[in-house]
């Protein structure tokens, strides 16, 4: 049974630009959250989605948008990238209150 | 706003050495609560959580925390470290309102290192 996957692993963009990241959750789960990790500190909650709609949010401004597909699987856009965008962006997939964590897609803006 | 606080940042421990790491989180209400693991180069693990019941639970690799509900803390234990314990530890909570999955919110974690 293959765990929660991420990609790409890796991404290189620039200011301004924006990019797309994609999860595929653990066969079961129905529940997709994002979240940000920057170096040296713990993640941090984007949003949540269920049942193709976003449940929660928060606070991340309005230029990280989500979807969720028919089979549970997820991307993350962020448009107008800026510096502070660069960071460890982590999926991760749930039934119930456990979420199990994808290896992430590390950003880097430059 | 809840926030989960750990006030250890950086431990180095020998082997064999007890290890205690502390964790505190601020919201009075019903809590569910978590230990995860990120060793170098892998992505978070669960260690062991807590949802209701017995304040002492034990999960994988000799883990344990205990819950105390009067002092809003989940500190982690282990009776004896091993090298391959070295890793990134991280504390999080869940408030229970929705009774479904909800978001994690997490501490800024412990890194620990485990010298031979």
């Known amino acids: 049974d293959a765990g929660v996957t991420q990609s790409p692993t890796h991404l290189i963009k620039t200011r301004g630009q924006q990019v797309t990241l994609r999860c595929s959750p653990k066969s079961g789960h129905d529940t997709v959250s994002w979240y940000q990790q920057a170096l040296g500190q713990g993640p941090q909650f984007i949003f949540q989605y269920y049942e193709e709609e976003e449940r929660q949010r928060g606070n991340f401004p309005d230029r990280f948008s989500g979807h969720q597909f028919p089979n549970y699987s997820s991307e993350l856009n962020v448009n107008a990238l800026l510096l502070g965008d660069s960071a460890l962006y982590l999926c991760a997939s749930s039934k119930l209150h456990e979420q199990f964590f994808g290896p992430g897609t590390r950003l880097t803006v430059l | 706003a809840q926030s989960v606080s750990q006030h250890n940042h950086h431990v180095i421990l020998s082997e064999a050495a007890s290890l205690e790491l502390g964790c505190n989180y601020s919201y009075g209400g019903t809590v569910n609560l978590f230990w995860y693991v990120q060793y170098p180069g892998q992505h978070l693990q669960l260690l062991l959580k807590?949802?209701?019941?017995?304040?002492l639970v034990k999960g994988i690799k000799g883990f344990e925390a205990e819950f105390i509900k009067s002092k809003f803390s989940f500190n982690l234990r282990k009776p004896s470290v091993q090298w391959s314990d070295t890793a990134e530890y991280f504390c999080?909570?869940?408030?229970?309102?929705?009774?479904?999955?909800?978001?994690?919110?997490f501490g800024t974690g412990t890194r620990l290192q485990v010298t031979l």
């Open positions: 999080a909570v869940i408030i229970d309102y929705t009774g479904t999955a909800s978001k994690l919110t």
């Open positions: 807590y949802f209701s019941g017995d304040p």
